[in-house]
């Protein structure tokens, strides 16, 4: 099965620095890469997905770049806020049927 | 985007009792429905997923005589942890998904807190 790395575990920047998390998979077969941000004892938010057939998505101060070949994608947060600070989980699936297979997270602080 | 319910958000039963975690796709039709477990501090673990009218496919490792899910319905799943004890108190979320806009895109609920006496 499907089985996601995501480094590091913890990140700490600087309120403005920019903020890099790493995930690998092994399944070349998986097609959609989501992100999810979850702030503590709530709910994994959707906050920005990549397919397959794209290399990279912006939206706003955060982007996904995907590198099929070598099988990882990263998340990369510009221009970082305190309230950024959450823990991070990159996800892949094969969109049918879908059943994501999650990183161990990553916890960003960010520091004003 | 999408809205899922939980219900309850927490609950606190007691040793030998049986918990029932329901999960509702308010504004769409979910065809398929996720259950994971997360511990303190730990990453979502997926635990079944399952589709409206058909029997859950359990991951490796979840009993699933301990773990009964049911998707009746488009917009509703239930899971239910039968004799649950203390090992069992953890964080339960749902997820799901339905074509809606031509995405595939899975929306998690709130998260049920379970703890077992």
């Known amino acids: 099965g499907e089985n996601v790395e995501q480094h590091p575990s913890t990140l700490s920047v600087q309120e403005g620095d920019s903020a890099v998390i790493k995930c690998t998979y092994s399944d070349s077969a998986s097609n959609y890469f989501p992100w999810y941000k979850q702030e503590l004892g709530k709910r994994p938010q959707l906050i920005i997905d990549?397919?397959?057939?794209?290399g990279e998505k912006k939206d706003q101060r955060i982007a996904v770049t995907l590198n099929k070949t070598a099988k990882h994608f990263s998340l990369h947060i510009t221009e970082t806020q305190p309230e950024d600070s959450a823990v991070y989980f990159c996800?892949?699936?094969?969109?049918?049927?879908?059943?994501?297979?999650f990183g161990a997270g990553t916890r960003l602080t960010v520091k004003p | 985007g999408a809205v899922v319910s939980q219900h309850p958000s927490w609950v606190i039963c007691k040793s030998g009792t049986s918990v029932k975690i329901e999960c509702r796709s308010l504004?769409?039709?979910?065809?398929?429905m996720f259950w994971y477990r997360q511990f303190p501090k730990q990453s979502l673990m997926l635990m079944a997923t399952?589709?409206?009218?058909?029997?859950?496919?359990?991951e490796q490792g979840v009993e699933k005589d301990k773990f009964l899910i049911n998707h009746a319905s488009l917009t509703l799943s239930t899971l239910t942890v039968t004799s649950a004890h203390p090992e069992d108190s953890s964080f339960y979320i749902c997820?799901?998904?339905?074509?809606?806009?031509?995405?595939?895109?899975?929306?998690f609920g709130p998260g049920t807190r379970l703890t077992v006496l």
């Open positions: 996800a892949a699936s094969i969109l049918r049927p879908g059943d994501m297979r």
């Open positions: 990549i397919r397959s057939n794209v």
């Open positions: 504004d769409f039709q979910a065809t398929t």
């Open positions: 399952s589709n409206e009218g058909s029997k859950a496919t359990y």
């Open positions: 997820s799901a998904r339905g074509a809606r806009f031509g995405t595939d895109t899975q929306y």
